[in-house]
């Protein structure tokens, strides 16, 4: 797959721990929330490494 440069985000992401698990925290406008959430699937269904979607 080929990796298209696209520059730095505009959103802060924020890192948590809890229960032991790592978790990034983004808040996204709901239209860019949902196309990454497609991208994450896609990528986890091709049996590429993703990151998951734990809420919404």
Known sequence: ???RER?????VVGLVTLEG????????????????ARLLRQLA??????MGRSAS
């Open 7 to 11: 520059g730095i985000s505009c959103h």
């Open 21 to 36: 698990a790592l978790h990034a925290l983004k808040e996204l406008p709901d239209p860019q929330a949902e196309r990454e």
């Open 1 to 3: 797959m080929p990796v």
């Open 45 to 50: 269904a091709d049996g590429e490494p993703a």
